[in-house]
């Protein structure tokens, strides 16, 4: 079949499916904004098994009509920062709940939901809604995040304007084993502000979110998200980030099951002397699919960035990454640092990597690699001398590797936390 003849019937896919959905309510600004979104959409199409970004993973069950279904999970363990106090937003099915949720407001913070933003005739989000997902689109399109900034139903708006002393817990709640959650947050961390966000939950049977973050100069913003527990959910997220100068960015993303997962980040570094680090850890067993695609720009003096994402995987379990560092002309002393690695504990599993560095500059330190191998041996072999059975000993050399990842949380409650639900996973998978 000729190219022409594919696209054509991707965008007639794509003229099918969003007649499914509709457009949500709100101000004739955002009512311009979504219809930009979706003449968007309508042009580049929904993602298809043939792009090149989605070779490693299929597209379908994400943007069918009909939702697949996912058995919610029920755990005797506390669900992951409870023990951490935090303003919480909790989210059930992708709709708000306000009887779960703490009041929304706090020192040095501004929050409302994203609805009562959206109906608004004057906001701040007016000139922030979906304009770091349509400045995403080059040079690689991102149809999914076009389209949650076309149908988007909920999230939250969020300006930090000094430091915020409690973290922003955001719970996405799974009760519907049908249920589809569009979600968009947008956050912006004033000059010279601090503000913590952390993610945890299903959100749904299917969940599509974008979270769009503006970090002004000398401000910083940590990210740290869990995704899990109800194993056959799908997700795609996107990560949109603009850095300014002397600014932080710091953001980790632990996985531990899930059927598919898709999560993308676009990093913006626009401001000399800052920092952006993105990091994730996964761990899957069986029917798991996990794919991290991110891109990061340089385009200022003096910047650091890193990338480390870890997966370990097994009985059949794949893993992806796809990660580019793009530096342009002008962006001196940039040091950009680029790590994948995949951990396979048998023989079925897959780990595949596409790692990428395109740089305009000559005065740079830039580095990128991957690897993927089994346990290794000597290692194994020393623990098992000292004593440490063949499982536990295993277990002690999976978090070993995941450490440079983990490390990359800035809170030592936080890692701690993370460390024990990764122990876990194991302890349930030997047993």
Known sequence: MKRSELKQRKLDATQARVLDVQMPDGASWAKSLREDALSRLLTMGLPAARDEYWRWTRPDTLISAEVPKAATFSADEAP???????????????????????????????????????????????????????????????????????????????????????????????QDDSSEAILHHVIRVEEGAEVTVLENGPAAARFNKVMEVDVADGAAFHHVRAQGRDHERRAVTHLFATVGSEATFKSFTMTANGVLTRNEAFIDIIGDDSVAHIAGAAMGDGDFHHDDTVFITHDAERCESRQVFKKVLRNGAKGV????????EGAQKTDGYQIS??????DDSQFLAKPELEIYADDVACSHGSTVGAIDEEALFYLRSRGVTTPEATDLLVIAFLAEAIEEI??????????????????????
């Open 321 to 328: 990454f796809q990660g580019k560092i793009l530096v342009k």
């Open 410 to 431: 800035e809170s030592p409650e936080i890692v701690e936390d993370v460390l024990h639900r990764f122990e876990g996973w194991l302890q349930r998978r030997r047993s």
């Open 80 to 174: 992951l920062f409870s023990s951490i106090d935090r303003l919480k937003v909790v989210f059930v099915d992708g709709v708000f709940d306000a009887d779960a949720s703490d009041d929304l407001s706090g020192e040095n913070l501004e929050i409302m939901r994203l609805s009562d933003a959206l109906a608004t005739d004057i906001h701040w989000v007016r000139d922030a809604y979906g304009v770091q997902e349509k400045k995403a689109q080059v040079p690689v399109e991102r149809p999914m995040a076009t389209f949650n900034t076309a149908f988007a139903t909920d999230g939250i708006v969020l300006r930090a304007t000094g430091k915020v002393s409690r973290p922003v817990s955001l719970i996405y709640l799974h």
């Open 341 to 346: 690695q995949g951990l396979l504990l048998d």
